[in-house]
């Protein structure tokens, strides 16, 4: 079978959710079926970032638009009440570029990540499926309701048009798909079509502890992530300024690590200055993520608005660490708190199981463990994307009948 994937970001490297997701979606279809990859880069895609790909792709098209576009488009699609994500990410070379891979490769599939890439696809004649990923409008409301003034009043109509376009995309597409039923059920969806669960994975392989050296620095809690995207940042900060300081009242030595690319000048700013040893330390991009699971006792995701499958609480799991988390994260994960993690909401729930954790060694031995069979059992790549095979084939199958 001959798939087009159309994306929103060149999946390398992978720093970020939807970019892992497409990565070992490719990685899992190549190995039966004919990869031809399109995506949008706003930065230069380096020789290195190809190769990682070339393996698994046929071929491979990128297109980059210009500051000046993305920012024309943003503004053209709020005078036409559309999406403005939508249109920092549209262009017409983009469009252009598409229909011409679809024309020469006359794909049995077009597979596309997020609404984003919408435009680029929907007037295409051949089968099509996107993958909402998560709901983005469920993410922008989350978000409104955590931000004031201005900033506010923008992501309510961001909102507004995403639902709206989430809505339009069953006129689209010949299937969708999504990766948790929390997530699908932010999408109304119930009179117009059928969300499939393609849920996400983690790579056992690769996060195996076993593989990785212990850094010299150890630290009692870590948290990781792209530390540009807003859950993350609001994480970061209401762990180390709501959270911590609870726990520092029973465990005064204990330690934080932030890892992940890009932090915002608001993460940056956690880390301990004038304290030997720091409380708190913002390490930026790591050459290997691994190193920040292994450094730490327990992994914390204070996740307090995003939406979709964290990706984090997978990778930590597959490490063997104990996890603390909210149950706006757990929600997609459907862990059992207490048995193979512990959930809280409020700043002393969080704190409690910190701090019981980081003092009492069989209990984080026993979450870990059970964790880590938890994950084991149901979030393999391969069975992951098992579910996004047969979608595809059944189309294939339905027009070949035709």
Known sequence: MKILVVLPRFPYPLEKGDKLRAYHQILELSKRHEIHLFAVSHSKVTPEQRAALEPYCKTISVVTPTRFTSWFNILRNYFRSKSLQMGYWDSARARRTVKELAKQIQPDVVYNQMVRTVPFVARLPFPKVMDFQDSLSLNTERRME??????????????????????????????????????????????????????????????????????????????????????????????????????????????????GADPKPAVRALASKAQKPEKVTVSGRMPDIREAYVASQVFVAPMRIGSGLQNKLLEAMAMQ????????????????????????????????????????????TRIAQEG????????????????????????????QHI
Not at 171 to 176: H, P, V, Y
Not at 209 to 234: C, E, H, K, W
Not at 324 to 339: E, F, I, P, R
């Open 146 to 259: 955590q931000s004031k003034g201005l900033w506010r009043s923008i992501l309510h109509y961001e909102f507004k048009m995403l639902r709206s376009t989430e809505y339009n995309a069953f006129k689209i597409f010949d299937a969708l798909t999504i990766i948790s039923e929390v997530d699908s059920e932010a999408i109304p969806h119930k009179k117009n079509g059928e969300i499939h669960l393609v849920p996400n994975g983690v790579d056992f392989d690769y996060f195996d502890p076993r593989n990785v050296s212990l850094p010299d620095t150890q630290y009692s809690i870590v948290f990781t992530g792209n530390m540009s995207y807003a859950p993350n940042v609001d994480a970061a900060c209401f762990l180390v300024k709501e959270v911590m300081p609870l726990v520092w009242e029973y465990c005064p030595y204990a330690t934080v690590l932030i890892a």
């Open 321 to 364: 660490k104990p996890c603390v988390t909210t149950s706006l994260a757990n929600a997609a994960l459907g862990a059992t708190s207490g048995d193979q993690l512990f959930v809280g909401d409020s700043k002393e729930e969080l704190a409690h199981w910190i701090c019981l954790l980081l003092g009492t060694e069989d209990v984080r």
């Open 372 to 399: 880590y069979r938890f994950v084991r059992e149901r979030y393999s790549w391969p069975a992951a994307v098992q579910p996004l095979e047969n979608i595809f084939n059944n189309l294939l199958a339905k027009n």
